[in-house]
Every structure is written in C-alpha cells, then in structure tokens.
C-alpha cells in the first residue's frame, strides 16, 4: 500500500531541504527522498552543496588560506614562526567535520520538522506518485497532491579527459586528495577551478587552468575579470586562454595532456587533472517516460516563473531548472513552490541573485554588468572606489581591487554591483539588499556605513556615481 503525503520533494540539497522544511512549517505532511551515501556508505543529506560542493570547498579555500597567509605575510606583521608545515590530513579530517555536522544538521532539521526521510531512488512515475527504490533493493510507492523534482546537478564529463581517479577528476576528487600534486592542471577557469586551482596553489602547487574560451571569466563584468586576470596570475595560477583540449592519459604515475591553442599543439605532463567544464542536471530517469514530464533542449526541467512544470501539481527548483546552479538560488526557489502550494503569493526576486567567488582576492556581483548595459542600449552611471583608498583594507593589510557601481542615468537606480577585493562575498549582501528594494545610488549614498569598515569602499563607490566620493580623486563616469 502506497504512503500518502500532502507533498513529497525528491532531493534533500539546498533546493529540496528547504522546500521540505518550509511546507512542513506551513503545516503540511511531508516526505522528502534522497539516494546520497557518504564515504562510509550511510545516507547523507545536503546533496552536492554539502557534501561535496559549497561547504567542503570553503573548509579547504579557508584553511588554505590561512596557511599561506602565515607562511607568507606573517613576518610582514610580526609574526615569525619556524618550522611551519603542513598537515593535508588533518587539514581533511577538519573538512570532513564540518560536512559530517552539517549533513546531521539536515537529519535533526528534519525531525524537528516531523519531515519523513526516505533513503532511496525516487523516480516520478505518476503526476502524484513517486516510487522509491531503497538501498535494501525494496521498492515503496509514496503518494502526494503536489510533488517537488529538486535532483540537482552532476560534473559534466568529456570525452577528451574520461575520469580516472585518482589522476584525472572532477570537482569531488579534487577535494580530498591524499597529497599536494607538484603539477595540477584544471580543465575549465571558471568558477570550480579558480577555487580549487587556488586551494591547491596556495599549499604548494604548481597550477595551470586550461580555458576554452579565448575571454576570461566571460561571465562576469569585463572590469572585473581583466582585474582578476592579473591578480591570478602574480599568484601564480597560470591561466591559458583558448585552449582546447585534445587528450588527456594517464602513464607512469602522472597525466599527459594535450590542448591546442592559436600557437599549435602543446603538451603538458601533470600529477593530476580536475575536469571542471560545467555542471548538467540530473534529469535524466528522473520521471518515467509515461509521465510526461517536459525536458528543455539541455536537459533542464521545464518550468514557469513559480518553478511549475507541465504537469499539474509537480513542479521543479534548484539546479534542475534554468537559471545560474547556486545554492541560494535553490534554497529561495524552494522557499516559493512551499508558499504557492499552500496557496500564497511568493516570487523569487531573479534580477538581484549575488553570484560569488571565493578567490583571493574575492569575487562578487549582483546585477548587471557594464558590457550588458551597453549591449541593451542602456544608458548609466558607473561610480567606483579602490580599497587602495579604504582605512580597513589598509589595516588589513589587503588593498587588492575595487567596488563598482552601475546606476540607471536618468532615474538613478542601482542596476549593479561588482566587486573584486577582500570580502567581497559579505559586501556583496548590502548591494543586493539595496538591489532587492530598488534602491537608487543616492539611498546608498546617504546610508551611513560603520567607520573603519570594507564596506565604506560599498559607500564611497555610491557617492563616486554622485559624483562626489569623499577619499579619493573623482572617478564617475557616464555612458550612453
Ligand atoms: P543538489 O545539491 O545537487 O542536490 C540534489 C540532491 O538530489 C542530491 O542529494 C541527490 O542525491 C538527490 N537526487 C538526485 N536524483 C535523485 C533521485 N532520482 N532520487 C533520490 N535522490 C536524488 N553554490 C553556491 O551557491 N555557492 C558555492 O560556494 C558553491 N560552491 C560549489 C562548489 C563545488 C565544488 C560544487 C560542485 C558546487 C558548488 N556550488 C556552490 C553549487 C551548489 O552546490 C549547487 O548549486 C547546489 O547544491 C544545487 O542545489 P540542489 O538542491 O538543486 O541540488
Ligand atoms: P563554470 O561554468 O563556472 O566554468 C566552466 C568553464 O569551463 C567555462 O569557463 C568554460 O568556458 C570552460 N570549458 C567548457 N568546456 C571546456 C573544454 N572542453 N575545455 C576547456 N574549457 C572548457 O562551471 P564549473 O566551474 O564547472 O562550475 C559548475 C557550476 O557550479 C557553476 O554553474 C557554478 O555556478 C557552480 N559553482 C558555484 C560556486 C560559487 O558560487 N562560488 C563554486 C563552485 C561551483
């Protein structure tokens, strides 16, 4: 006999916990499936994000961090420290800590929610009913009025470089391995491997990013990524710009990559390889095929503003669905689907989603860029600020890069921010707040921000589309 539920979510990521906890909290009876085991073969909730996404990748970017700013800017402050080293496998077992709290953290959130976990593999077999294969190999048929598809995504792989751990990996490899590679090479600069490229440069590798395209970071303002172009590379991650990769094998304990370039064939001999092109959802069996359930042309759930689907009563949130594959992207898609289904009015604000990386110097923006703004034949204000000129930054000792502000030229509303500099990923909330409510450069500029802080340079990059930034030489510009 069937189990009968108001709503079951398939998927306890980020996208699908969320929506789990926020129906229950909105009254109704729920169950919420997920097939994830960890290393030791338990289930584990959180999906990619915390197992082997967001969470264990800021663990290393953190820890690593910290290392290198001891081995290399301590005596610059006063601290000397002799016989410095590092311990890969406790700096993993730290790692492995915070994901196992946070995991458990889900499982405790569920029965303080009286949500069901259920640890199997779902499929959609009817528009109110999900079947589950569990672990055991039973099956169990769960019913529900509405049913909530948040499956997430997976690595993409290619061809050119099949997986072969623990030489050639993807993101989840890249994450625990057992030793410092002499010689990395990524596949794919983008957002995966300049945070991984830079945990694994800052404990002693050398790192090259093998990037198809012959634009860097295309996806961010052109500002922004000319700016971080630089930075990365005195660091020492060397990027190489439209290289297409042939072949990669694994011989003799190491990886032999071939990629082409303008300049002809290269090759490149490495300890390991991180695959890192992108992220596909996981759609694919997830509804039977009698379901119905409409595919876009990549492989994305179809689905409406409120993440509905073409069938009644299901719907579908998080990396599943169009739209950029981030957590707070899911957790709030989440949120909504609850709240229309219990018959409220939500949206999910898509015009100011922050999108971060956790680099060094960081990288953060809401918004639209300037080469967007051209593009649409926007007219705007950009007002900048350097942390060059900002006391805290100074203080800190870290003066890396710069605060941008896009704002509409005839009605003054902020259209963007980006951001390349120390803590960006936290001063980025402030300008998706003022996004959020519609805010104009001038409300930010009369905002009175906490002295001596980062986020003055938030401030003064406002006052600087007003034309009237306070510590540092005019630098509005204005476009057509
Ligand atoms: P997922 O987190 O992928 O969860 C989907 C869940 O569904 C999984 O638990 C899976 O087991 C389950 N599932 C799938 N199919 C079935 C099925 N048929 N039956 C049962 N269960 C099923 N995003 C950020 O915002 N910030 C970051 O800093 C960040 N860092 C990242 C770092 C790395 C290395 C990676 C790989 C990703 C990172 N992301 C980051 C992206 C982020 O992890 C995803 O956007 C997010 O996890 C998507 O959430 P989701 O709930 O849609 O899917
Ligand atoms: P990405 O889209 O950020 O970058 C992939 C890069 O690989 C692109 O620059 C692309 O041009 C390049 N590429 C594609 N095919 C290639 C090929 N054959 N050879 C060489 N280069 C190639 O994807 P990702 O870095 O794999 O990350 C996947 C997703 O995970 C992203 O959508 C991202 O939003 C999410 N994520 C987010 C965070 C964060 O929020 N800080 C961190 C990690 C991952």
Known sequence: MADRFDVVVIGAGPAGYVAAIRCAQLGMKVACVDRWRDAEDKPSLGGTCLNVGCIPSKALLEASEQFQAIRDHGAGIGIKLSGLELDLAAMMAAKNKVVGELTHGVETLFQAHRISGVYGDARLVGKQQVEVSEHSG??????????????????????????????????????????VPRRFAVIGAGVIGLELGSVWRRLGAEVILLEAQEQFLSFADEQIAKESLKQFAAQGLE?????????????????????????????????????????????????APEAGLLLDEWGFVHVDEHCRTNLPGVYAIGDLVRGPMLAHKGMEEGVMVAEVIAGQSARVDYTAIPSVIYTLPEIAWVGKSEQALKGAGQSYRVGTFPFAANGR?????????????????????????????????????????????????????????????????LHEAALSAQGRAIHAAQTRRRTR
């Open 138 to 179: 039973t099956k169990r048929v769960l019913e529900a009025a509405h049913v909530i598809l948040a499956a997430g995504s997976a690595p993409t792989e290619i061809g050119e470089a099949q997986l072969a751990p623990p030489y050639i990996v993807d993101s989840t490899g890249a994450l625990a391995f057992d030793r």
């Open 239 to 287: 990027v190489r710009l439209g290289a297409r990769v042939m072949r990669a094998e694994v011989k003799n304990d190491a990886v032999s990559v071939v990629y082409q370039d303008k300049q002809g064939e290269h090759s490149e001999q490495v300890d390991r390889l991180l695959v890192s092109v992108g992220r596909r959802p996981c759609s694919h069996g997830l509804a």
């Open 393 to 457: 930054a100074k203080a800190a000792g870290d003066t890396r890069g710069f605060v941008k502000l896009l704002a509409d030229e005839t009605t003054d509303r902020v259209l963007g921010v980006h951001i390349i500099g120390p803590h960006a990923s936290e001063l980025i909330s402030a300008a998706t707040l003022a996004m959020h409510f519609g805010a104009s450069s001038e409300d930010l500029a009369l905002t009175v921000f906490a002295h001596p802080t980062l986020s003055e340079a």
